[in-house]
């Protein structure tokens, strides 16, 4: 199988799951849950990707990234967008 038809299966069986946990909504709360997707989608999703190659650009010393260490660094890339703006107590 292609990476594609592979990324459509998946794709498939994550709309099957958001119908399924939708399905038994009223239309009023099916309104709600489309509000919360589209806050998710336009300021989690969109907003706090982070490219990695924009922030090369300004780290002139990170670019000679071995294979190892741009592997860490992609790690801390993805997370660090997962906790922007975010207060945390430890």
């Known amino acids: 199988m292609g990476r594609e038809v592979i990324e459509l299966s998946v794709k498939s069986v994550y709309k099957k799951e958001l119908l399924k946990e939708v399905d ?3 239309p009023s709360e099916m ?3 489309i509000k919360i997707l589209h806050v998710v989608k336009e300021e989690i999703l969109i907003k706090k990707r982070v490219d990695k ?3 090369l650009k ?3 010393m990170l670019k000679s990234l071995g294979s190892e260490k741009e592997k860490v660094f992609d790690d801390v890339i993805s997370r660090r967008s997962l906790f922007m703006g975010r207060n945390v107590n430890l």
């Open 24 to 26: 038994d909504l009223s």
């Open 53 to 55: 190659q924009e922030i």
């Open 31 to 33: 309104k709600k849950i």
């Open 58 to 60: 300004y780290a002139g």
